[in-house]
């Protein structure tokens, strides 16, 4: 399999490591106890893996970067509309939003008046950003952090879902940029994520992700910093990218260690396997072959 060479073959990997991410967390739900022992053996649940919502809104964004070059978040929010199934697991919050805006109210207005006008800073925006990331792995990093922000902003106008965002699409552009260097550093990344996610709860998160120490095992780095069990960006994307960051270049260590750590393990599956994406050598065909497949225009390869 040739590696991808544009950008948009790059966001439909990163979409791919996305989508396995999510619909094989997905499956891990459950007893404590039955989950974790699976997870120790590694036991692949039968297919079709079907994915979530994470993957629903991440095509769309894939799709409004082929159509455009760039977020038109008019664009976003129609394809978002027009992509919305009650059956992938929405939360309450974006079940509402997504069927206002099927009905032609604007998402200028809406999503600031999410949760008494504080907006939204739960973890959707980053969950779907990974191929953004990708998409602009050669432009400057302030660009991608600009174009995250944009992405967000259609749902999640709280500066934590923002700040998720940001974070995500950064380390899937340094991810790549690293891979196709050889030199992959996943300290390194993680340091250059923290120090240009815009100041908070979730760039402090990141930063005490920086402090763990080299060999923390997943569930006690989910203990410190959160797993997503509060569905938060501040509660998610420090340990998911955590995960993708300490184990850089190997995709399938990625997905497992991401989810011993529980908590929302399909949305920090999807996130820290967009990012993994990037810097494997591939994706284990079999996982491909498990999951539901994605429409012909965004599948990889």
Not at 126 to 131: C, D, E, F, K, T
Not at 212 to 223: F, H, K, M, S, V
């Amino acid at each position: 399999m040739q590696p991808p060479s544009t950008p948009d073959e790059r966001a439909r990997l990163s979409l791919a490591g996305l989508s396995l991410g999510d619909a094989l967390g997905e499956r891990f739900f459950g007893p404590t106890a039955a989950v974790l022992a699976r997870i120790g053996a590694r036991e692949l649940p039968p297919p079709p893996w079907r994915y979530t919502d994470d993957t629903e809104m991440a095509i769309s964004l894939v799709e409004t970067l082929a159509a455009r070059g760039a977020i038109d978040g008019d664009e976003l929010a129609a394809r978002f509309a027009r992509r919305y199934d009650p059956g992938r697991g929405y939360g309450s919050a974006a079940h509402q939003l997504l069927q206002d805006l099927r009905v032609g109210l604007s998402w200028r207005a809406l999503a600031p008046a999410l949760f008494e006008g504080r907006g939204s800073y739960g973890n959707g925006a980053a969950m779907r950003v990974a191929p953004l990331g990708a998409y602009l792995a050669d432009a400057a990093l302030d660009h991608v952090a600009e174009q995250a922000e944009r992405s967000a902003e259609v749902t999640h106008a709280h500066p934590e879902g923002i700040a998720g965002a940001v974070a995500v699409a950064l380390a899937a552009a340094l991810a790549w940029r690293q891979a196709r260097a050889g030199a992959l550093d996943g300290p390194l990344l993680l340091r250059s994520v923290a120090e240009r996610t815009p100041p908070g709860a979730t760039a402090d998160g990141l930063q005490a992700a920086l402090a763990l120490a080299a060999g923390t095992p997943p569930e006690d780095a989910a203990r410190a910093l959160g797993s997503g069990s509060k569905v938060s960006a501040q509660d998610t994307v420090p340990f998911a990218l955590w995960s993708a960051a300490c184990r850089l270049g190997d995709f399938e260590e990625t997905f497992w260690a991401t989810v011993r750590g529980l908590g929302d393990r399909d949305t920090t599956c999807a996130i820290a396997c967009g990012v993994a994406a990037l810097a494997a050598p591939a994706l284990p065909e079999r996982w491909l072959a498990a999951r539901e497949p994605l429409p012909a225009e965004v599948s990889w390869p």
